[in-house]
């Protein structure tokens, strides 16, 4: 009978629910964490966008723009126009928390720049988890519920891809973040007190990646057990 047990399905409870929790639990860390490091002003009055700029030139990278962008921590690189785009919580905010962020985005610009093997692979596979998220559960619901096994493997088989890219996500995430706090270390841009400030604000979002891998695992177990009961 698997996971399933007086017609109740327990594979969620025992795989998905621990997950969403956790993955919960990431989100208020984040949130909380960067809250309260917005309230510490740095030192130098170094502001986010002038933080990405620190960490670029310093990585001897000149071809990044700086963007502000609309929203609260919609910060993101984007290789296809190599350019930084930070929030307005961000971009003017001469915050440790600020800095943080901006100083990671930096990160994944650098990486881009140098050809981050991790960052190559996780670009080359977006078309394809982008197709496989979007057939994977129309597929698996179809199987399921006419009983053809074969279609819900193929549902599984693409779902696998957002599983890989979760994965993959891992190494360019916590590579950025390391590269950021060494900067900031290396050319003294925080006092030692305010890079433990940063430093926890980027802690709190690599474990919303773990959490997104977490939750993807958990899914794709409870698939095939699913699969393997039809």
């Given at each position: 009978?698997g996971?399933?047990?007086?017609?109740?399905?327990?594979?969620?409870?025992?795989?998905?629910?621990?997950?969403?929790?956790?993955?919960?639990?990431?989100?208020?860390?984040?949130k909380?964490?960067?809250?309260?490091?917005?309230?510490?002003?740095?030192?130098?009055?170094?502001?986010?966008?002038?933080?990405?700029?620190?960490?670029?030139?310093?990585?001897?990278?000149?071809?990044?723009?700086?963007e502000r962008?609309?929203?609260?921590?919609?910060?993101?690189?984007?290789?296809?126009?190599?350019?930084i785009?930070?929030?307005?919580?961000?971009?003017?905010?001469?915050?440790?928390?600020?800095?943080?962020?901006?100083?990671?985005?930096?990160?994944?610009?650098?990486?881009?720049?140098?050809?981050?093997?991790?960052?190559?692979?996780?670009?080359a596979?977006?078309?394809?988890t982008?197709?496989?998220?979007?057939?994977?559960?129309?597929?698996?619901l179809?199987?399921?519920?006419?009983?053809?096994?074969?279609?819900?493997?193929?549902?599984?088989?693409?779902?696998?891809?957002?599983v890989?890219?979760?994965?993959?996500?891992?190494?360019?995430?916590?590579?950025?973040?390391?590269?950021?706090?060494?900067?900031?270390?290396?050319?003294?841009?925080?006092?030692?007190?305010?890079?433990?400030?940063?430093?926890?604000?980027?802690?709190?979002?690599?474990?919303?990646?773990?959490?997104?891998?977490?939750?993807?695992?958990?899914?794709?177990?409870?698939?095939?057990?699913?699969?393997?009961?039809?």
């Amino acid at each position: 009978m698997g996971f399933m047990y007086m017609g109740f399905d327990l594979s969620f409870f025992v795989l998905v629910l621990p997950a969403l929790l956790f993955t919960l639990w990431a989100q208020f860390r984040v949130k909380g964490n960067f809250e309260k490091y917005s309230k510490e002003r740095t030192t130098n009055g170094l502001t986010g966008a002038q933080a990405a700029a620190e960490v670029l030139r310093h990585a001897g990278v000149t071809n990044v723009r700086i963007e502000r962008i609309a929203g609260h921590l919609t910060d993101h690189f984007d290789p296809r126009g190599n350019v930084i785009r930070l929030s307005e919580s961000v971009y003017d905010a001469p915050t440790v928390a600020a800095v943080g962020v901006a100083a990671h985005e930096a990160g994944h610009a650098i990486q881009y720049a140098f050809g981050y093997s991790p960052m190559k692979v996780r670009a080359a596979i977006i078309p394809v988890t982008n197709i496989g998220s979007r057939l994977a559960m129309p597929l698996l619901l179809a199987g399921f519920f006419l009983q053809l096994v074969g279609l819900m493997y193929i549902g599984i088989a693409l779902f696998s891809f957002a599983v890989l890219f979760q994965l993959i996500t891992l190494p360019v995430e916590f590579n950025a973040s390391n590269r950021a706090v060494a900067a900031l270390d290396n050319y003294s841009m925080l006092t030692p007190q305010e890079l433990k400030g940063s430093k926890k604000v980027l802690t709190a979002a690599a474990l919303t990646y773990v959490a997104a891998l977490a939750m993807s695992l958990a899914q794709l177990i409870r698939f095939i057990s699913m699969a393997r009961r039809r």
